[in-house]
Nanobody
Framework: QVQLVESGGGLVQAGVSLRLSCAAS????????MGWFRQAPGKEREFVAA????????YYLESVKGRFTISRDNAKNTVYLQMNSLKPEDTAVYFC?????????????????WGQGTQVTVSS
């Protein structure tokens, strides 16, 4: 089992930055990919970014490229999502997820473990 705990969400104005953290514990050696997803009210959960624990491959939703950066600290078993130039349309609950299989997945159903989510609200 893998446990994921997100932190760092909040209420901010458009244009500012936030950094989300995801602390992983348990059998993290069994996971290959760490991802961030988000879900806005009335919408499907969508992929935002993903990274391999090796850090060699990064993946992003097109609309966040250039604004969001995913990174990891293996020593701390923590994955980060640095979000710059936030927009009101970035408002959502952000979830951290872990995938055991090696092949990349952009679908929420491809991930095996989930955190509880952290709310990000961006006001205009």
């Amino acid at each position: 089992q893998v446990q994921l705990v997100e932190s760092g969400g909040g209420l901010v104005q458009a244009g500012v930055s936030l950094r989300l953290s995801c602390a992983a514990s348990g059998r993290t050696v069994s996971t290959n990919l760490m991802g961030w997803f988000r879900q806005a009210p009335g919408k499907e959960r969508e992929f935002v970014a993903a990274i391999r624990w090796t850090g060699t491959s990064l993946y992003y939703l097109e609309s966040v490229k250039g604004r969001f950066t995913i990174s990891r600290d293996n020593a701390k078993n923590t994955v980060y999502l640095q979000m710059n130039s936030l927009k009101p349309e970035d408002t959502a609950v952000y979830f951290c997820a872990a995938r055991s299989r090696d092949r990349m997945s952009y679908s929420w159903s491809g991930y095996d473990y989930w955190g509880q989510g952290t709310q990000v609200t961006v006001s205009s």
